[in-house]
């Protein structure tokens, strides 16, 4: 290569003095506008993960009950466990409860003339729904 013409030098120059990054007052707005969004979207996550896990109660209950209801309807009495559903065939395997991560909450018959089976069942866990509703009365 030759000599650098002028037009090259001046070019130089010019290429040279705005290389040297970014101030300190533009990375602090970047980090700002960062944790701005970061605050906005993290509660509509947690509300999400929250109305999921409710979701998948409301749907573990509703099949929970279906087995117990199916069982009286063929057997006459209410299963004595939750086992015996799942050995009978009424439902694969008992769920966990999405909430407490914790054993269901029995709720037992009270007929004296037959064995007290397994009647209902609910949550053990704590605190109430978006719906305002407590999640042991679902």
Excluded at 49 to 57: D, G, P, Q, V
Excluded at 107 to 134: C, F, K, N, Y
Aim: with cysteine; proline share 5%.
């Amino acid at each position: 290569m030759g000599q650098p013409t002028m037009f090259g030098n001046c070019l130089y120059a010019c290429l040279k003095k705005y290389k040297s990054g970014f101030t300190l007052m533009e990375l602090m707005i970047v980090l700002l506008l960062l944790s701005l969004l970061a605050s906005i979207v993290a509660p509509m996550i947690t509300k999400s993960i929250n109305r999921a896990k409710e979701s998948s109660l409301k749907e573990d209950l509703f099949i929970m009950r279906k087995a117990i209801d199916d069982y009286y309807a063929d057997k006459g009495q209410y299963p004595p466990e939750l086992e015996v559903l799942v050995e009978e065939r009424y439902i694969r395997k008992i769920p966990t409860d999405p909430l407490s991560g914790e054993v269901w909450a029995l709720v037992r018959s009270e007929s004296e003339d037959e064995e007290q089976g397994v009647m209902d069942l609910h949550t053990q866990a704590e605190g109430s729904g978006i719906d305002g509703i407590p999640y042991q009365e679902w």
